[in-house]
């Protein structure tokens, strides 16, 4: 089990979203498979993978942590990236229309077996939760028709200005749930947004890292029900 610098001041847990609370379902391939069929491509699941792979590196894991975002600017890496992935497409506009509306419904995704359990556990001990994410504004209309997820603010980086691991996208955290920054827990998937951009700027981190498997590092946890062994009921 990770140890926290201070487990017992945390007040408020930020969990990341795609990755952590919830995953595409199916996957991202599959989907972009689907979809590029109805409009001509004939590239198999592989290839889709093995491009997008590449494709979201470059648009999306640019150097530098400040990267500014915004709706625009998130929907148009998105396009580049559907572009360059099914790049043998008929009509690559209505294609790409078709697969973003796509993950904009909460049928798209799957929430981990892990999470209304943690959650609501978490809640119960007077924790507050919130859902910080890289995630853009259709994460809203996701979120809303899941039920374990719907109500938590949601604090999102296209609205924020900038992605994590970007101290401003932090510092908004903090901000807005008016705590010190060591009372806030961030728990993510990605160790470099979520847990290292977090300690950066002063929060406390944990890695979810779900793929170890029975090995867990010593600085991750396995199941998001770890958090309820680790975090001592606020006093």
């Not at 996957?27 to 889709?48: D, K, M, N, Q, V």
């Not at 899941?146 to 992605?163: D, H, K, Q, V, W």
């Not at 955290?173 to 009372?183: A, E, G, H, N, R």
Request: negative net charge; hydrophobic residues 40%; contains cysteine.
């Amino acid at each position: 089990m990770p140890n926290l610098t201070d487990p017992k001041a945390v007040r408020c847990i930020a969990f990341d979203a795609a990755g952590t609370l919830i995953e595409p379902f199916p996957g991202i391939a599959e989907a972009y498979e689907r979809f590029g069929r109805r409009h001509g491509s004939r590239l198999t699941t592989e290839e889709i993978e093995a491009g997008f792979r590449q494709s979201f590196r470059k648009h999306f894991r640019p150097a530098g942590p400040n990267m500014p975002t915004d709706e625009a600017a998130d929907k148009r890496r998105w396009r580049q990236t559907v572009n360059e992935v099914l790049h043998d497409v008929e009509s690559a506009d209505r294609c790409f229309e078709e697969l973003y509306e796509h993950f904009a419904t909460s049928t798209a995704w799957r929430v981990f077996d892990d999470v209304a359990a943690t959650i609501s556990a978490l809640a119960d001990r007077g924790f507050r939760i919130v859902i910080a994410s890289n995630f853009d504004g259709r994460l809203h209309q996701v979120c809303e028709r899941i039920p374990c997820l719907a109500g938590y603010p949601r604090m999102i980086s296209t609205e924020i200005g900038f992605n994590k691991p970007a101290a401003r996208f932090f510092e908004h955290i903090v901000s807005s749930t008016d705590l010190m920054p060591q009372q806030v827990l961030m728990v993510g998937d990605d160790q470099t947004n979520d847990v290292d951009g977090a300690v950066a700027a002063g929060l406390q981190a944990i890695w979810l890292n779900r793929d170890a498997s029975n090995d867990v590092p010593t600085d991750s946890i396995g199941s998001l029900l770890d958090l309820v062994e680790i975090l001592p009921a606020i006093e």
